[in-house]
């Protein structure tokens, strides 16, 4: 076999073809398109195989990269995806969301260098999207039986992360959710411009010829008591996210007009699959959009506001670029589709004219100041004050979990801001203060990205796996 160690020498970084702006704007398909496998192969011999594998450390499920990239190489796909799905239960949506340039991507060791990064990213995606095509599934042939139930409450990703690993290790998983269809935010808050919902369908697809069994329209504390399924289930796994949006209290947001982040996103996915033309309030045809928010929800809100025809949609974020905590390929994408960035700028008021509606937003120019606690402040410049006009405002500022009462009836301990305590005072992680609960992901962390709440699932699965296990063990030393 040809050395490949310096591929990357000959071979420049490449990502796959998207969807020129023109057409894409045009309606919510994926824009990024597919590399072939042997393109997906040439760009995984780009890696270098460091032998100290910072993509991996940066990955937060710490995906085995130069393993699988390996196989790909050698043209072993179906390996791939199994080495793949060792680490995460869902790679292709990961491969789709993911910020690769802030995670593995920007750890690459030819990141370091002018030649940049393996598209670690999207060969994850093409890996798994081809291995589905061609017929892999997930093998459960070794896996024994071991009566055990466990109730899953949120089919977003760390509800799903969980049901697979518990199916793996034979325990019975069924996922309680309000909505019709499951995926959480993957499907309702994520547009389908970034993640096509028949991926997630796919995925639904493979988990239930795992057996895992979806209970949809059941909200749980409505539909079901909380102490019900503790009492039918062996263990339960609370995954209800963080729904809850940050309220900056700017003065006028009652105006018609403004819209908070993630109801807008819900509600136009929503209407996207019921195949329904926007409501008068999305319509955005020559609209002066303002989006207030620097993250990748505000992204997906500017991206989507052009989508709905706005005649100009400006980001205001009070930090520069730099400090943005959204996706940097997001950001480039959303100046592709036609956003203007104002940085450095911080909201005061939303103005109202005529009949209520909005008329514009109030800021006013930042500074960013070293305060110590290692990310620049940002502190209004006096003086600076302006108008920037708008028909539009999207709030975007972040989210708060929302606990449900259920939680705290049955003793389960939160924090200040309402994230689910786990993993104290002895307790296995992702055990909080009653035994038999478990939770992960935005509901502990608040806000973060999929991929770490994939990872909560995962490891709450092992941790109820071991305290199964151990009771089991305890019984049978007393019988």
Request: charged share 25%.
């Amino acid at each position: 076999m040809t050395d490949k160690t310096f591929q990357f020498l000959n071979v420049q970084r490449q990502t796959p073809r998207t969807v020129p702006v023109a057409i894409r704007v045009l309606g919510y398909g994926e824009i990024s398109g597919d590399f072939g496998s042997e393109q997906a192969g040439t760009q995984a011999e780009r890696c270098i195989d460091c032998g100290n594998p910072y993509c991996e450390h940066a990955c937060p499920v710490h995906n085995y990269i130069p393993n699988w990239l390996k196989l790909v190489q050698e043209g072993r796909l179906m390996e791939a995806a199994t080495l793949m799905h060792e680490t995460n239960p869902l790679p292709e949506i990961c491969g789709r969301v993911c910020p690769q340039d802030r995670l593995c991507e920007g750890a690459c060791t030819l990141e370091q260098t002018a030649f940049g990064a393996v598209t670690i990213g999207s060969i994850e995606r093409w890996v798994t999207d081809e291995a589905l095509r061609q017929g892999w599934r997930p093998d459960l042939s070794a896996v024994q039986e071991t009566g055990k139930r466990v109730a899953i409450i949120g089919a977003g990703p760390a509800g799903l992360a969980c049901a697979d690993r518990l199916r793996r290790a034979g325990i019975a998983a069924d996922v309680y959710d309000r909505q019709s269809e499951i995926g959480g935010l993957l499907t309702f808050g994520i547009p389908p411009f970034k993640l096509d919902k028949g991926v997630v369908r796919t995925r639904r697809q493979l988990l239930e010829g795992m057996g895992v069994r979806f209970l949809l329209n059941r909200d749980v504390g409505r539909d079901i008591e909380f102490g019900q399924l503790l009492d039918d289930y062996d263990a339960v796994f609370v995954g209800t996210g963080a729904y809850t949006y940050v309220d900056a209290q700017l003065p006028g947001r009652e105006l018609h007009g403004v819209h908070d982040a993630l109801p807008f996103l819900i509600a136009n996915t929503e209407r996207l699959l019921r195949d329904e033309s926007p409501s008068p309030s999305f319509d955005f045809r020559g609209k002066h959009v303002v989006v207030l928010g620097g993250g990748d929800t505000g992204m997906d809100c500017n991206r989507t506001a052009i989508r709905l025809g706005a005649a100009s949609v400006t980001c205001v974020y009070r930090r520069d670029e730099a400090n943005m905590p959204g996706s940097a390929r997001e950001v480039n994408y959303s100046r592709e589709e036609g956003v203007t960035f104002l940085f450095q700028r911080q909201p005061l008021e939303i103005l109202g004219g005529a009949r209520g509606n909005v008329r514009g937003v109030r800021v006013v120019e930042t500074a960013l100041v070293d305060d110590g606690t290692g990310r620049l402040r940002p502190q209004n410049v006096p003086g600076t004050e302006y108008v920037i006009d708008a028909d539009v405002v999207i709030q975007s500022f972040g989210f708060l979990p929302s606990p449900p009462d259920w939680l705290r009836s049955h003793g389960v301990a939160l924090d200040k801001s309402g994230r689910v305590i786990t993993g104290a005072d002895g307790a296995l992680p992702h055990q909080t203060s009653h035994a038999q609960i478990f939770a992960g992901g935005d509901n502990v962390r608040g806000a973060d990205l999929v991929v770490r709440a994939v990872y909560d699932g995962r490891e709450a699965a092992a941790s109820i796996v071991r305290m199964l296990q151990t009771v089991d063990a305890e019984l049978l030393a007393h019988a």
